[in-house]
């Protein structure tokens, strides 16, 4: 959005952005993620962290 001439970039996380990321984890082995926050999440948010990272 653009607020007194200037421009703004606002990232907003849903279940395909997560997915993606979480597939990253398990691809290059990383120790695995943190989300901060919780509770303005979806439900489904929570099936995909076990779907991808199975815990």
């Not at 421009?7 to 398990?26: A, D, F, G, P, Q």
Request: aromatic share 12%.
């Amino acid at each position: 959005y653009v607020e007194n001439g200037k421009t703004y970039k606002v990232w907003v996380e849903n279940v395909e952005s997560i997915k993606r990321k979480l597939l990253l984890v398990k691809k290059y082995g990383l120790a695995g993620a943190a989300g901060w926050r919780k509770g303005h999440e979806s439900a489904n948010i929570w099936n995909v962290f076990e779907t991808e990272l199975g815990k």
